[in-house]
């Protein structure tokens, strides 16, 4: 069975202070593995996607990285407005079109 | 990215009566919609895949006949929950996926309270 994991479950982060959020699966062939930020009451918003083992994905403060088992989010020097929760998903070959999702890092950034 | 709406952003109904979310795809003509459900601090389970033209395929465990799809155009699918029930109560969100693509893209999602 396809298992999607992130850890930690929540993080609090000093302004500033960089840190790495992972996402770990198993499936048997990975199509792509996406990033989303999601703000309470709010639908997630697209932020990466990764194909390949050894790709990386960058945009302002977040960088994404994918190796054969997990993804790493690192997040550089970040704002309060950085808080939010992180979500990561897979899709499998062979598996349709759906997404598999994880269940959030809440990331807080305290000023 | 991609624009996506949905409508009504929050509901209120009384248990028993039925409600009809509009997910529409404001940028591209989407053959593929996602309908899922969030229950607070869990993360998005996927309740159904909509193709434009064709019936919608549910996961296991959701109630085709509770919860309807129709994908009536490229750019509009609707969820209808009939004969809602507390348990019902949920954050509904849609996703739309670009031809050839692999991504989704979602809309703000439409929080339903039923009474």
Redesign the interface.
């Known amino acids: 069975e396809d298992q999607v994991t992130q850890s930690p479950e929540a993080l609090r982060l000093q302004e500033g202070e960089s840190s790495s959020l992972n996402c770990s699966y198993t499936v048997s062939g990975l ?2 593995l ?1 990033w ?1 930020r999601q703000d309470p ?6 932020l990466f ?1 990764l194909y390949s083992a050894g790709e990386e994905k960058e945009k302002e403060r977040l960088k994404a990285t994918l190796t054969k088992k997990e993804s790493f989010l690192h997040i550089t020097a970040p704002k309060p407005e950085d808080s939010a929760t992180y ?1 990561c998903a897979v ?1 499998e070959d062979n598996y ?4 598999v ?4 890092t809440r990331l807080s950034v305290l000023p | 990215g991609a624009v996506v709406s949905q409508h009504p952003s929050w509901v209120i109904c009384k248990s028993g009566t039925s409600v009809k979310i509009e997910c529409r795809s404001l940028d591209f003509q989407a053959t593929t919609m996602f309908w899922y459900r969030q229950f607070p601090k869990q993360s998005l389970m996927l309740m159904a895949t909509s193709n434009e033209g064709s019936k919608a395929t549910y996961e296991q465990g959701v109630e085709k006949d509770k919860f309807l799809i129709n994908h009536a155009s490229l750019t509009l699918s609707t969820l209808t929950v009939t004969s809602a029930h507390p348990e019902d109560s949920s954050f509904y969100i849609c996703s739309v996926r670009r031809l050839g693509r692999y991504e989704q893209y979602f809309g703000p999602g439409t929080r339903l309270t039923v009474t």
């Open positions: 199509r792509g996406f989303y009451g709010k639908g997630p918003e697209f996607t979500l899709q349709g079109q759906n997404f999702f994880g269940p959030g």
